[in-house]
């Protein structure tokens, strides 16, 4: 499966977006889905995760209650990232990833995931 993010853009503190994630190739329906950041000169970072059925979600405690991650279950092809209340801190790159054969004790690592997207650059000012 291919995913190609989008969304990214300069935003000021306060504020809010809603990063997107298109996947090609074939559907996410069987796929863990999940969202991934990394800011300059640190790793990459879990965000937010849908279980492969979709009924549970995961997310960083730096972002629960502001961040919303959410897909659609009819064409399970797309899946979003409602970013709410922004902060300097997460200013970064993300990424959505999927993968097959994640475990619920893997969602969290990035080694984890098989497919990635090329990543959007979210720039929050304060």
């Known amino acids: 499966v291919q995913l190609q993010a989008s969304g990214g853009g300069l935003v000021q503190a306060g504020g809010s977006l809603r990063l997107s994630c298109a996947a090609s190739?074939?559907?996410?329906?069987?796929?863990?889905m999940g969202w991934f950041r990394q800011a300059p000169e640190k790793e990459r970072e879990f965000v937010a995760a849908?279980?492969?059925?979709?009924?549970?979600?995961?997310y960083a405690d730096s972002v629960r209650g502001r961040f919303t991650i959410s897909r659609d279950n009819a064409k399970r092809n797309l899946i979003w990232l409602q970013m709410n209340n922004l902060n300097p801190e997460d200013t970064a790159v993300y990424y959505c990833?999927?993968?097959?054969?994640?475990?619920?004790?893997?969602?969290?690592?990035?080694?984890?995931?098989?497919?990635w997207g090329q990543g959007t650059l979210v720039t929050v000012s304060s």
């Open positions: 190739g074939r559907s996410f329906g069987s796929y863990v």
């Open positions: 849908f279980s492969r059925t979709g009924s549970s979600t995961y």
């Open positions: 990833a999927g993968g097959d054969t994640i475990i619920t004790s893997s969602i969290r690592s990035p080694s984890a995931y098989r497919h």
